[in-house]
């Protein structure tokens, strides 16, 4: 299509830019902050201009923080989200749009609802089953005056910190919706040719998937690695803090020396594996699109 | 003996009841052709024999075994979907041998049989493409190779051909036919066009909401329709059927001509000429006979003009009559 609109570009290209000075001003903030000496920083305004001092930071705020432990467990934790939350949501959604049974829109309308409710929300009784797995039935026993004498408690694991946020009535609606887009003779072609419902799932249903999944991972990985509200209840020993709790640590407090840039540069640090993974899963989004056109 | 044969067959969603309890017999290497107009029960029966519906009541039998309770991959049956229904992230090859690998049969013989197939079918040179990079033709004729490989003695086709244009369409259809003969394998095939049907069948079967109204071999459907529906729906342009003094009478355009000569037993009607269709080798000439609609075939160039009035021959012999209510053949035996 040709079209030739000059004032309509300028204005396109105009909030274009200014979107991008908008969102990328506060990270080139962050990254020049990380690069200046203690003196540099504290300059009123301070100098825009990189320093030379980045590794050096970057070296002290992993020190002050135990950033490598961290960076392991928020690695861990956004890992174990991403491949859990996955898995349960495309085999729930498989169930819910390929099998008939008795109870398919109950399960999947109690699904759907909880997408209304963050985790904020349901973080107090989240909590409870978290600190010990067997409250509820703690709590049934309690009607009949019973005493349930089990415990057994998640806080300070990496289960704790994984298994609360791993169902996702999101990604289970969305991978719904994506079977539902496939021909129903699909399924019939396979059953004729001899697969049973689960040959059916890892044979076509999950390589048919691959882009929603990569897409997925993205996503999930990236708020996964950004949980703080969680992470910050769940775990109490510093061994097990996650960075983006551990990046708080390395706020400067009232009265201590107000090393910005060690900060800045721990928050660099915390930025960089989401990054990557958002890097490398694009070139599989892009594959996975040109495949689509054909 | 017999291929498949269907007893009291019934078809019920909730209330809804689709298919009037049929009755068929498909011997070993028929070529069968379901025919009707949509929502007729055709493609549920079709279904109903390849496992993918439920059988409300009734009974199925493939190659002597009861198969109502069976899953589909053990009724011994391959089918051909509307859509292709191939796998679109897999190649030619891995569509063709995706059942015998379920199968676990031998690496050496699922390459041979998929060989043998791609050869019969002529796609050799595209077994490493995907779907998508296929045309609708070679799409059609994968799937065609998917129910060949596994080397059952039925095929099930459900409507193969209505995705394709018309030209492919002719050509397929005459693949189709030679696949047949080459193959040897009962074939049940499911289509809304008649002439798929007249073409393709050694027997057809003409089905109407849900109830089977004939049952026969092409000509003799043909030539003997067992009621008005039939003789409305077999021919193209399809029989002619004017009611006259109570009675309906069929008669095929094909039959009628604008002169008397060369008939040894004319009956006449006045006509009025509504519209011309040339179509080089023929015309169609639209009529009004008693203010109903008359479709007359000639060869060649009709010599008749719009809203003339003229005289229309037909062969007392080639009139079909049938009863006013019932729509039951009269003169059928």
Request: glycine share 6%; charged share 20%; proline share 6%.
């Amino acid at each position: 299509m040709v079209e030739r609109t000059p004032i309509l570009d300028f204005f396109s290209y105009a909030f274009l830019v200014l979107g991008i000075v908008v969102v990328g001003f506060p990270i080139y903030y962050c990254l020049v902050a990380a690069t200046l000496p203690l003196s540099e920083v504290l300059k009123y305004p301070m100098p825009l201009i990189p320093g030379e001092k980045l590794l050096e930071n970057i070296r002290a705020a992993v020190e002050k923080g135990h950033l490598e432990t961290q960076l392991w467990n928020s690695f861990l934790m956004a890992l174990g989200i991403t491949v859990g939350k996955i898995s349960v949501s495309i085999i729930s959604a498989f169930a819910i749009v390929y099998f008939n049974f008795r109870i398919r829109m109950l399960a999947f309308w109690m699904i759907f609802m909880t997408l209304m409710l963050p985790v904020e929300i349901r973080i107090l009784p989240t909590y409870e089953v978290a600190a010990n797995l067997f409250s509820p039935f703690k709590s049934l026993f309690r009607i009949f005056n019973l005493e349930f004498g089990l415990d057994f408690s998640l806080l300070n694991t990496y289960s704790g910190l994984i298994l609360p946020l791993v169902a996702s009535a999101t990604a289970t609606f969305l991978f719904r919706q994506f079977f539902l887009t496939l021909p129903e003779e699909l399924c019939e072609a396979s059953k004729m040719d001899g697969a049973t419902p689960m040959q059916f799932f890892w044979k076509i249903v999950f390589p048919l998937s691959k882009t929603n999944i990569a897409a997925l991972f993205v996503i999930v990985f990236v708020t996964g690695w950004n949980q703080y509200l969680w992470p910050l209840l769940v775990t109490t020993e510093p061994s097990m803090d996650t960075i983006i709790v551990g990046v708080q640590h390395l706020i400067p407090k009232a009265d201590q020396v107000p090393q910005w840039n060690v900060a800045m540069a721990g928050a660099l640090v915390a930025m960089v594996p989401p990054i990557m993974v958002v890097l490398l899963m694009q070139r599989w989004f892009v594959k996975g699109l040109v495949e689509h056109e054909k | 003996m017999s291929q498949i044969l269907i007893k009291k067959l019934v078809k019920k969603y909730g209330q809804n009841q689709v298919v009037h309890g049929i009755d068929l017999e498909i011997k070993p290497k028929e070529f069968v052709v379901l025919v009707g107009p949509s929502g007729c029960g055709k493609s549920t029966t079709l279904r109903m024999i390849a496992g993918l519906e439920e059988i409300s009541s009734g009974e199925i039998q493939i190659g002597n075994k009861v198969v109502n309770n069976l899953a589909p991959k053990d009724r011994n049956i391959a089918m051909v979907f509307q859509n292709y229904a191939l796998y679109p992230h897999m190649s030619v090859r891995e569509n063709l041998s995706f059942a015998l690998q379920l199968q676990k049969m031998d690496r050496k013989d699922i390459d041979r049989r998929v060989r043998q197939a791609a050869e019969i079918l002529g796609l050799m040179d595209l077994l490493e493409r995907r779907p998508g990079q296929l045309s609708g033709g070679q799409r059609q004729r994968v799937a065609m190779g998917r129910a060949i490989v596994r080397n059952t003695p039925v095929f099930l086709f459900d409507e193969p051909l209505s995705n394709l244009d018309a030209k492919l369409r002719n050509q397929m259809r005459t693949e189709i036919k030679k696949l047949h003969m080459r193959m040897g394998t009962t074939i049940v095939y499911v289509t809304h066009d008649q002439v798929e049907a007249m073409t393709l069948a050694d027997r057809i079967v003409v089905m109407k909401d849900g109830y089977i109204q004939q049952i026969g071999s092409p000509l003799e459907i043909y030539r003997n329709p067992a009621n008005a529906f039939v003789a409305g729906f077999i021919g193209s342009p399809p029989t002619n059927l004017i009611e006259i003094s109570g009675q309906i009478i069929g008669m095929r355009p094909e039959h009628i001509r604008l002169e008397a000569e060369g008939l040894s037993n004319p009956v006449g009607y006045q006509a009025q000429v509504e519209v011309l269709e040339p179509l080089g080798g023929e015309t169609l000439v639209h009529t009004l006979v008693l203010n109903q609609k008359v479709i007359v075939k000639c060869e060649g160039l009709a010599p008749v003009r719009p809203s003339q009035v003229i005289q229309i021959y037909i062969d007392k012999e080639n009139q079909r009559f049938f009863d006013k209510t019932s729509g039951k053949a009269l003169n059928y035996n």
